[in-house]
């Protein structure tokens, strides 16, 4: 092993003691209490030294390797939310809630989104683990609740895959009509797959050019539109500079505000992915300095390449027009005059596929690495191969992805939209529960005769930012239920909840009934 990239054992987390206190007495309750000293562990620890600083079951994660860098990282988090939902589903937004509701939609979203990668951002420098959000829950919540986040966290990347594999099929159809769709999305799998399967230091390399591409064609779309918007680039159908009236030429909100309301949940789900950041803390170099930074970085640029857009969008196309059959970056650039918009949009939108795909896989290879690592699941699926890769997790992975591309085929009216509502409000769940672990976290530290200024970077406007997170989470997970197309999707969320929570009790009550003795993971040949 080298010195520059160090098993993720040389990184211990916090040793957060055994030894319960006024903790509840019930079976979800946290297998842990107070914390006994800070959780800053030097990078170039060895694990022997880890390991005597406090073992936990959670204290090693010892054969994944820390091969990614803060441009990794940032990159990683954007290409996870950077996808078709803003190329291609914008259009659709901003026709149902107009133009300044749809802005201030994303900035109410924005708002959200960004409060919780501040509870995570406390969280995963104090924990840098692989899979860290059920490690939090089941630690500072309850162990039912740790792997109830896992599964959901698991469904919400494995349905997307299914998603993206479909969607690069198709998109390669534009260029290459004659051959069949299952074609290229086997293409798609096998790149993906091999990209995973190499490295974590191919995977995160592979990523940040997929996303570079994107942000490229996104900062380029702003700057040749606000060039339009002021009249020096010609504009089809204008005789002068378009600049903004469009944003409030039917008023501010046109379809009135209840529409506004829906958008702020689709807003959600188009910021999920940010929270990748934490997934990838246990492979990440200097987590303490990379999170931080990663997580302000990424938000900004969301804002700005999100809102953005939208803005240019709205102000070069009347809203009525704006994505109807055709993506509005499409109807942009072609009215500008550029040649083959269409080609290039189609280029960039399969690149977004991809860089959506290798983040999903990435995502859920780890859920399920660290959750056979926990012991929820069979412990082999943690073994990694001497290059520090899960293969039996990424296997699992991209099988339940496979899964997921069949029945969007074969079940497309059932069991595919079932998951699609599930892997929709999943990421919601999540961000409650990583708010949540916060606030506990939180509590135990200063319980324990710690104080904040001992934390490398602490939540900034504790209590108020964690409660603020908490309470917007929840209330955008509630509230679906006043949207009638989305209230189906809450319906389902709610009972997988219960079903997720009544496996793992009778996986509780088996594993009494049949003790077994459980090993350690070990390396691949």
């Known amino acids: 092993m080298s010195q520059t990239e160090p098993d993720a054992a040389a990184q211990s987390q916090p040793h957060i003691s055994d030894t319960m206190t006024g903790a509840p007495a019930s079976a979800d309750a946290p297998a842990d209490a107070s914390i006994d000293e800070p959780a800053n562990v030097p990078a170039d620890a060895s694990s022997s030294d880890a390991a005597s600083g406090g073992n936990t079951k959670h204290a090693l994660h010892t054969n994944l390797k820390r091969g990614m860098e803060s441009r990794h990282l940032q990159m990683i988090s954007l290409g996870g939310v950077i996808g078709t939902g803003l190329f291609l589903s914008s259009g659709y937004t901003i026709q149902q809630a107009g133009p300044i509701g749809t802005i201030l939609a994303y900035a109410i979203g924005a708002v959200i989104v960004y409060l919780v990668m501040l509870t995570l951002g406390e969280l995963s420098v104090a924990m840098p683990v692989t899979g860290s959000f059920h490690v939090y829950a ?102 002068h500079a378009p600049m903004f009236g469009n944003l409030t030429k039917d008023g501010i909100f046109p379809n009135g505000f209840m529409p506004v309301f829906a958008t702020i949940l689709t807003v959600n789900f188009a910021f999920s992915g940010t929270e990748l950041i934490g997934v990838t803390a246990g492979e990440t170099r200097d987590p303490e300095t990379a999170v931080p930074k990663a997580i302000h970085t990424t938000l900004w640029r969301l804002v700005l390449f999100f809102i953005g857009s939208i803005v240019v969008m709205c102000a070069l196309i009347p809203w009525r027009q704006a994505g109807v059959g055709e993506s509005p970056f499409v109807l942009v650039f072609s009215s500008i005059g550029i040649p083959y ?117 602490s939540t900034p406007g504790y209590p108020y930012t964690s409660w603020g997170a908490f309470i917007l989470c929840t209330a955008s997970f509630l509230l679906v239920f006043f949207d009638k197309e989305q209230r189906f999707a809450l319906g389902a969320e709610l009972v997988f909840i219960v079903l997720c929570y009544g496996a793992y009790f009778v996986q509780r009550w088996w594993r009494k009934r049949h003790p077994r003795e459980e090993d350690e993971p070990l390396r691949l040949p």
């Not at 290459?176 to 490295?199: D, E, G, H, M, R």
């Open 341 to 457: 918009a269409a080609d290039i949009m189609n280029f960039v939108v399969l690149t977004a596929v991809l860089s959506a795909s290798n983040s999903g896989l990435y995502a859920s290879t780890r859920m399920v690495w660290s959750m056979g690592h926990e012991g929820m699941i069979p412990r082999w699926f943690a073994k990694t191969t001497r290059h520090g890769v899960p293969l039996l997790a990424l296997c699992a992975a991209m099988a339940g992805g496979l899964l997921a591309l069949l029945s969007s085929v074969i079940a497309a009216s059932t069991v595919y939209l079932v998951l699609v509502a599930l892997s929709g409000l999943s990421a919601v769940v999540v961000w409650i529960a990583i708010a949540y672990c916060q606030i506990v976290f939180r509590k135990r530290w200063i319980a324990s005769g710690h104080t904040a200024a001992e934390l490398k970077y």
């Open 138 to 239: 089941e630690k500072f919540i309850g162990p039912g609740t740790g792997f109830v986040i896992a599964i959901q966290y698991w469904l919400t990347w494995t349905v997307a895959l299914g998603s993206e594999f479909t969607a690069a099929g198709l998109l390669m159809q534009r260029w290459f009509p004659q051959t069949p769709t299952w074609v290229w999305s086997a293409a798609c799998i096998i790149l993906i797959f091999t990209l995973n399967a190499l490295s974590v230091r191919f995977f995160a390399e592979a990523e940040f050019w997929f996303a570079s591409i994107k942000v490229f064609a996104i900062c380029a779309f702003i700057a040749i539109g606000l060039l339009a918007i002021f009249g020096v680039i010609p504009m089809k159908g204008y005789t």
